[in-house]
């Protein structure tokens, strides 16, 4: 079982650091707990989160009984970033109402009912709160060496530019803290976390040696980036998010369907809960037929079917398609229209005020940028309105063409979409 596990964890690419292996696949050899910490930083986590939260589920499947640490403690101190600026700190309350939504994002991910290997939500506040500044100065701090934690990375990256408040400083300790109750009260002998991580849980693992003289163990994961270099989960919108408020869950399933073919075999070895001979099959079929797009809709549907049910990725994935004129889109519910149109080029029409040409319309939006160009389009055959062919340059929408009473989709070409809304 360790072998296999760790194994299919490094074809995937999903080990960056790790303590001695052979230690480690002798602890894996029979069932642990291991655990992995989310701070409340924001009201969701993003694809960054998922990549480290997705190899927590791999070990639960694998046999082991995974905590998941939301850090409604840690979350208020923040974690130095190696950035030259202090995190912002948040008031309690709206770290508190955080950490209930990602505790929500978390049961998507991990099977909570499952009697042997059941997940467990932890918030490293119940036990933080209960100590003293004078208890964690004598009881923990002690067990620390400065020299140590000036040496860490975003530390010594932050000393050399604008210099650390004691408050971030600190992190370390209370992370390291986090892994030694955990060790206390459940038995956890793994941490797992993003690269960055790796001083924090070493800080961990020294602490429950010189405390408990008790031994445990440490893996990081990659960071992921895309092959261009750039940081991957981000788009010209900004981060993709857990959330459906944030990132609604056609965007969420867009981001998949669109993937550069270059990022593919390392998204669905990242990602997908599928086993290596399918993920292979798939990847093949991004090198002979990329065109068919087979293995980014397969990624699209897994993982929003995971974090959204799969009700609502059929659903969005019905819209894509209608949205292209491949389904019938007056049939989709104004739910997944909103999430569909919301991130297209739009512009609006007050209710009551005359509806303008087609071309004006479209021009409106910002896909082109003169009236002329949109009546080329007409011209050559490629505009459309609600996927309806539009014939003239003088083709005025009615009231009757709205979508939900609400939407025109305005079409150009193949691929470039627009939407216009009727406000009031």
């Not at 992370?175 to 800080?203: F, M, T």
């Not at 990602?271 to 065109?291: D, H, Q, W």
């Amino acid at each position: 079982m360790s072998n296999a596990l760790l194994d299919d964890l490094e074809w995937r690419g999903l080990i960056a650091q790790s303590t001695d292996r052979k230690e480690l696949e002798n602890a894996l050899s029979k069932p642990i707990s291991l655990y992995l910490g989310v701070d409340p930083t924001a009201p969701s986590m993003h694809l960054g989160n998922l990549v480290v939260f997705l190899v927590l589920r791999r070990f639960q499947l694998a046999g082991h009984r995974p905590i998941a640490l939301v850090g409604g403690a840690t979350g208020l101190v923040g974690d130095p970033s190696g950035k030259n600026d202090e995190r912002t700190l948040n008031e309690e309350k709206l770290v508190a109402e955080w950490v209930s939504k990602m505790r929500k994002q978390v049961e998507k991910i991990l099977d909570f009912k499952d009697k042997d290997t059941s997940a467990k939500l932890v918030n490293n506040l119940d036990w933080t709160k209960a100590i003293s500044a004078l208890e964690l100065l004598r009881d923990i701090g002690k067990h620390f060496s400065v020299n140590q934690m000036l040496a860490k990375d975003s530390v010594a990256t932050r000393l050399s530019s604008t210099g650390i408040s004691y408050t971030e400083f600190s992190y370390q300790v209370l992370q390291a803290y986090d892994y030694l109750e955990l060790y206390r009260r459940d038995q956890c002998k793994l941490q797992i976390g993003g690269s960055d991580q790796w001083g924090n849980i070493v800080a961990g693992l020294d602490l429950i040696r010189k405390v408990e003289g008790g031994s445990a163990h440490a893996l990081t994961v990659p960071l992921l980036a895309k092959s261009d270099g750039s940081k991957f989960g981000k788009t010209a919108s900004g981060a993709i998010w857990l959330e459906e408020s944030m990132t609604s869950a056609y965007e969420f399933f867009q981001f998949w369907l669109n993937s550069d073919d270059v990022d593919m075999p390392k998204l669905l070895k990242v990602f997908s809960m599928k086993n290596r001979a399918e993920i292979e099959e798939l990847i093949e079929k991004v090198k002979t037929n990329p065109g068919a797009r087979e293995a980014h809709r397969e990624l699209a549907r897994e993982m929003t079917a995971m974090i959204h049910g799969s009700a609502m990725a059929n659903s969005v994935e019905e819209a894509a398609k209608a949205l292209f004129g491949q389904g019938e889109i007056g049939d989709l519910d104004l739910k997944t229209l909103d999430s569909a149109l919301s991130q297209l080029p739009k512009t609006t029409i007050k209710k009551g005020d005359p509806y303008p040409t087609w071309v004006d319309l479209l021009t409106a939006t910002g896909v082109v940028e003169s009236k002329s160009a949109a009546r080329r389009i007409v011209k050559e055959g490629g505009a459309y309105l609600n996927n309806k062919k539009v014939e003239s340059e003088d083709f005025t929408p009615s009231k009757t063409d709205l979508l939900h009473g609400k939407y025109l989709l305005l079409r150009k070409g193949k691929r470039d979409l627009a939407a216009v809304e009727v406000q009031g």
